[in-house]
T-cell receptor, first 112, second 112 residues
Framework: KAGVTQTPRYLIKTRGQQVTLSCSPI?????VSWYQQTPGQGLQFLFE???????NKGNFPGRFSGRQFSNSRSEMNVSTLELGDSALYLCASSLGGSQPQHFGDGTRLSIL | GEDVEQSLFLSVREGDSSVINCTYT??????LYWYKQEPGAGLQLLTY?????DMKQDQRLTVLLNKKDKHLSLRIADTQTGDSAIYFCAESITGGGNKLTFGTGTQLKVEL
C-alpha cells in the first residue's frame, strides 16, 4: 500500500509570492491534516480536512488555506509569502475518528 | 490547555535500553503517540496508546503511561545505531478531531 505522497519535495520562493503544496493520502483515508515544522516553533497543526470539509484549524493567519478534493487529495496554499514561512510542511492522513495519522516526507519550503 | 514536554537529548550505548520521557498537561487526552523522525524525512508512527491503558509492548518498544502524573515513556530495548533519530510524543484531545499536539522532540544518539 502506498504511503502519503507530498509534492514537490523542495520549493524555493521569494517574499510576496504564493505557493501550493499537494498531498495524496493513503488509499481509503479520508482525513488529511497539515503541520508546519520549524526549528523555533517545532511541529504546529495547521488544519484538518475530512470529506472535503475543514474540520479543525490551528492558529495561523488567513494567508494559510487549504482544500480537499473528492478523491481525498489535499492542497495547501500560502499567499504573500514571508521569510518566516520557511519550514518543512508535513501532511498526514488517517481513516478519521481516533485512528492514528501517517505522515508523508514533507515539502521543504525556503523563502528568499 | 495543551502542552507536551520532552527532554532534548539522550545518548546511549549500542545494546543498552533507551528511555525517552514525555509529560503532558491535558487530562482529556484520548490517544498518546510516539513518532520517529530521521534526517530529511517525515514522521514515522512507532506506536500509540489509548489513555485508559497503562502499558503497551510492541517488539522492542514498550510504552508506559502514568495517568496520575501525566507521564508517558518510550523504552527501546537493545538500542541500535539505526535507532538514532528524533523522537516525538504527541497527544490527541477528546473532541479535538485529528489535531495532534507535539512535544519538542528528543534527539537520541546511539554510540558504539
Amino acid at each position: 500500500k502506498a504511503g502519503v505522497t507530498q509534492t514537490p519535495r523542495y520549493l524555493i520562493k521569494t517574499r510576496g509570492q504564493q505557493v501550493t503544496l499537494s498531498c495524496s493520502p493513503i488509499s481509503g483515508h479520508r482525513s488529511v491534516s497539515w503541520y508546519q515544522q520549524t526549528p523555533g516553533q517545532g511541529l504546529q497543526f495547521l488544519f484538518e480536512y475530512f470529506s472535503e470539509t475543514q474540520r479543525n484549524k490551528g492558529n495561523f493567519p488567513g494567508r494559510f488555506s487549504g482544500r480537499q478534493f473528492s478523491n481525498s487529495r489535499s492542497e495547501m496554499n500560502v499567499s504573500t509569502l514571508e521569510l518566516g514561512d520557511s519550514a518543512l510542511y508535513l501532511c498526514a492522513s488517517s481513516l478519521g475518528g481516533s485512528q492514528p495519522q501517517h505522515f508523508g516526507d514533507g515539502t521543504r519550503l525556503s523563502i528568499l | 490547555g495543551e502542552d507536551v514536554e520532552q527532554s532534548l537529548f539522550l545518548s546511549v550505548r549500542e545494546g543498552d535500553s533507551s528511555v525517552i520521557n514525555c509529560t503532558y498537561t491535558d487530562s482529556s487526552s484520548t490517544y498518546l503517540y510516539w513518532y520517529k523522525q530521521e534526517p530529511g524525512a517525515g514522521l514515522q508512527l512507532l506506536t500509540y496508546i489509548f489513555s485508559n491503558m497503562d502499558m503497551k509492548q510492541d517488539q522492542r518498544l514498550t510504552v508506559l503511561l502514568n495517568k496520575k502524573d501525566k507521564h508517558l515513556s518510550l523504552r527501546i530495548a537493545d538500542t541500535q545505531t539505526g535507532d538514532s533519530a528524533i523522537y516525538f510524543c504527541a497527544e490527541s484531545i477528546t473532541g479535538g478531531g485529528n489535531k495532534l499536539t507535539f512535544g519538542t522532540g528528543t534527539q537520541l544518539k546511539v554510540e558504539l
